[in-house]
C-alpha cells in the first residue's frame, strides 16, 4: 500500500505557474504508474496527466497538452506537476493517483491509491 500526499496548490492569477508535488509513502514507489486528476466545482474528477514508471513516457489531457508537465523522482518518491500559462477553468481541487498495472491509463476507477488534494485557484 502506498500513501500519497500533495502539496504546493494556491491561489493564482491567470497566466502565472505552480508546481504541485505529490509525496509517497513506501518503498515500492517505483513500481506505480503516478497520475495527476483534478475535479472543479460541480463536476467530475477528470484526468489531467500520467506518467510511467521509468519516467520516460508521459501522456496528458489534451487541456492542458503544452502549459502541464509530469515528472517524477523515484529517488525521493515524488511526482510532481508543473502548471505554466494558468487559466481560470484550471481551478479545481488536483488530486496526484497511484496505479499498480503497467499501462498509463486515463480513467480514475484504474488508479489504486490516492491523496487528499490540493486547491488551485487561479484568478482572471
Known amino acids: 500500500q502506498v500513501q500519497l500526499v500533495e502539496s504546493g496548490g494556491g491561489l493564482v492569477q491567470a497566466g502565472d505557474s505552480l508546481r504541485l508535488s505529490c509525496a509517497a509513502s513506501g518503498r515500492t514507489f517505483g513500481t506505480y504508474i503516478m497520475g495527476w486528476f483534478r475535479q472543479a466545482p460541480g463536476k467530475e474528477r477528470e484526468f489531467v496527466a500520467a506518467?510511467?514508471?521509468?519516467?520516460?513516457?508521459?501522456n496528458y489531457a489534451d487541456s492542458v497538452k503544452g502549459r502541464f508537465t509530469i515528472s517524477r523522482d523515484n529517488a525521493k518518491n515524488t511526482v510532481y506537476l508543473q502548471m505554466n500559462s494558468l487559466k481560470p477553468e484550471d481551478t479545481a481541487v488536483y488530486y496526484c493517483a497511484a496505479d499498480r498495472q503497467l499501462v498509463m491509463r486515463r480513467e480514475e476507477g484504474d488508479y489504486d491509491y490516492w491523496g487528499q488534494g490540493t486547491q488551485v485557484t487561479v484568478s482572471s
Open positions: 506518467i510511467s514508471r521509468s519516467g520516460y513516457s508521459t
